[in-house]
């Protein structure tokens, strides 16, 4: 199983950035994909999560509205539109992987992580 997570980078606030998940090695359809954050100092904390393309869930409130968690299942991506970002969305956003198909925002839920994409927001 290997998630590959891209697209992260520095972003003036008001921004946008869309963040890629590129899965292998399993079968993507029997794996619910998830989003998390970690800022500098902060606990990893979930921040959408997605079963199918008409099944998504949102855990952080700041991002609900900005934020849009998507999926391709023919290219095994999942991606993460981030909109009218803030500097408190500066962090470090990991992709991960769970099957059941069952969405939580509680980290050690998720079997399996990438590597990780770096956001940063400046004000």
């Known amino acids: 199983v290997q998630l590959q997570a891209s697209g992260g980078g520095l972003v003036q606030a008001g921004g946008s950035l869309r963040l890629s998940c590129a899965a292998s090695?399993?079968?993507?359809?029997?794996?619910?994909i998830g989003w998390f954050r970690q800022a500098p100092g902060s606990e990893r904390e979930g921040v959408a999560c997605?079963?199918?393309?008409?099944?998504?869930?949102y855990y952080k409130d700041s991002a609900k509205g900005r934020f849009t968690i998507s999926s391709d299942n023919a290219k095994n991506t999942v991606y993460l539109q981030m909109n009218s970002l803030k500097p408190e969305d500066t962090a470090v956003y990991y992709c991960?992987?769970?099957?059941?198909?069952?969405?939580?925002?509680?980290?050690?839920?998720?079997?399996?992580w990438g590597q990780g994409t770096r956001v940063t927001v400046s004000s």
């Open positions: 991960a992987a769970v099957t059941p198909k069952v969405c939580s925002n509680w980290y050690p839920h998720y079997a399996y």
């Open positions: 090695g399993f079968t993507f359809d029997d794996y619910a």
């Open positions: 997605i079963r199918s393309p008409d099944d998504s869930f």
